[in-house]
T-cell receptor, first 114, second 115 residues
Framework: AQSVTQLGSHVSVSEGALVLLRCNYS??????LFWYVQYPNQGLQLLLK??????LVKGINGFEAEFKKSETSFHLTKPSAHMSDAAEYFC????????????FGAGTTVTVRA | DGGITQSPKYLFRKEGQNVTLSCEQN?????MYWYRQDPGQGLRLIYY???????QKGDIAEGYSVSREKKESFPLTVTSAQKNPTAFYLC??????????????FGSGTRLTVV
């Protein structure tokens, strides 16, 4: 079985401040982990992914995430928020236990204050 | 450019009607998926297909039907049996089980509203 929990449905940050979005996963076998971003009324765009290579993964738009097996976490960070980062972010997991289908967290909406 | 095209972008359905949402991809992906998105609930899997002429139910298949007659196309029908169809529907595709590390590519979605 596999599942994803995103802590905090809404996060508000000031422009230029650190963005931290938390994601914890549950998987009985080694997982693949993904972060996606969604802008209003659009589809999801892949930000970054962990696929068992480096544990610190860099993605698009200055985002990065670190895979920590001992904590079953895959938190997303960006050192300095920009107004264009306002969106909804989804963490997702896939594994052989679920035929490699993606399971998504409930999402975190990020608001950026000027 | 390769991608996934969903149409229409907005769709209005009267009570008791069936409607079909289109999803076409030119990425040569083997697998295709339909998700439903409701506020605060993330994405829930409706149906998926790993190969042509084969598909499986996801977590919330009741009131929906699909077909996969061509590799490029995976239309979703929302039937009158679906009691609460108003939602944002997302189609996705992937390389399937053989390349799980690539993740999914998503379409831009169809917003269905019951009037």
């Amino acid at each position: 079985a596999q599942s994803v929990t995103q802590l905090g449905s809404h996060v508000s940050v000031s422009e230029g401040a650190l963005v931290l979005l938390r994601c914890n996963y549950s998987s009985s076998v080694p997982p693949y982990l993904f972060w996606y971003v969604q802008y209003p009324n659009q589809g999801l765009q892949l930000l970054l992914k962990y696929t068992s290579a480096a544990t610190l993964v860099k993605g698009i738009n200055g985002f990065e995430a670190e895979f920590k097996k001992s904590e079953t976490s895959f938190h997303l960070t960006k050192p300095s928020a920009h107004m264009s980062d306002a969106a909804e972010y989804f963490c997702a997991v896939s594994s052989s236990s679920n035929d490699y289908k993606l399971s998504f967290g409930a999402g975190t909406t990020v608001t950026v204050r000027a | 450019d390769g991608g996934i095209t969903q149409s229409p972008k907005y769709l209005f359905r009267k009570e008791g009607q069936n409607v079909t949402l289109s999803c076409e991809q030119n990425l040569n992906h083997d697998a295709m998926y339909w998700y439903r998105q409701d506020p605060g609930q993330g994405l829930r899997l409706i149906y998926y297909s790993q190969i042509v002429n084969d598909f499986q139910k996801g977590d919330i298949a009741e009131g929906y039907s699909v077909s996969r007659e061509k590799k490029e196309s995976f239309p979703l029908t929302v039937t009158s049996a679906q009691k609460n169809p108003t939602a944002f529907y997302l189609c996705a595709s992937s390389m399937g089980r053989d390349r799980p590390n690539y993740g999914y590519t998503f379409g831009s979605g169809t917003r269905l509203t019951v009037v």
